[in-house]
């Protein structure tokens, strides 16, 4: 059992905009502002997408943003793209350890 | 730029450790946290631990009791030991370089930027 918490799955036509949760508690996502986002296409590595809640990596689209709201994070795709179809993991940082959510896999229709 | 290539037995017996090194290229080992992550086949990520270049680690609580990590700076590698496995170590095994600081005691995480492709491992008689 994961101890981030997401939905297994989402999705959207392309062009809309869809919103991914990431549930933890007040010692982890809620306790700090270390939450990363990775995007991960069948059979390659992950993919660092947002950090530090809502900060872009250079070359990450500004279609990709995240936010938090207490323990819950969010990464919003907007202006969804074919290429946008994937798993999508959440991750946070509490203290020393770090944890990441189940998987969220994002369906463009 | 940072390139991290796994290395490792694909197949190792039950109650045996497994044993993975990672290679890091065009760019230096030091000064960085680096972590092992791995990924049953159809689930999803589990970190496992990470190793900083003095030889300071952080294990996952649920499997600190097998792990032991390793770093060698002068081959530019770091390394994962995982005792007594089971069918249930079985994964594809990637490591990383985890954008981790320590400031006054509090760890800031900033990502896991770099990734190698991954090595599969199996454990099976």
């Known amino acids: 059992q994961s101890a981030l918490t997401q939905p297994p799955s989402a999705s959207g036509s392309p062009g809309q905009s869809v919103t991914i949760s990431c549930t933890g508690t007040?010692?982890?996502?809620?306790?700090?502002?270390?939450v990363s986002w990775y995007q991960q296409h069948p059979g390659k590595a992950p993919k660092l997408m947002i950090y530090?809640?809502?900060k872009r990596p250079s070359g990450v689209p500004d279609r990709f943003s995240g936010s938090k709201s207490g323990n819950t994070a969010s990464l919003t795709v907007s202006g969804l793209q074919a290429e946008d179809e994937a798993d999508y993991y959440c991750?946070?940082?509490?203290?020393?350890?770090?944890?990441f959510g189940g998987g969220t896999k994002l369906t463009v229709l | 730029q940072v390139q991290l290539q796994e290395s490792g037995p694909g197949l190792v017996k039950p109650s045996e450790t497994l044993s993975l090194t990672c290679t890091v290229s065009?760019?230096?080992?030091?000064?960085?946290?680096w972590s092992w992550i791995r990924q049953p086949a159809g689930k999803g990520l589990e970190w496992i631990g990470r190793i900083y270049t003095s030889g300071s680690t952080n294990y996952n609580p649920s499997l600190k009791s097998r792990v032991t990590m390793s770093v060698d700076t002068s081959k530019n590698q770091f390394s994962l030991k995982l005792s007594s496995v089971t069918a249930a170590d079985t994964a594809v095994y990637y490591c990383a370089r985890d954008k981790v600081t320590l400031w006054f005691g509090e760890f800031k995480g900033y990502g896991m930027d770099v990734w190698g492709q991954g090595t599969t491992v199996t454990v099976s008689s």
């Open positions: 007040s010692s982890d996502v809620g306790g700090y502002n270390y």
């Open positions: 991750s946070s940082y509490a203290g020393s350890n770090t944890s």
């Open positions: 065009g760019g230096s080992i030091s000064s960085y946290y």
């Open positions: 530090e809640v809502s």
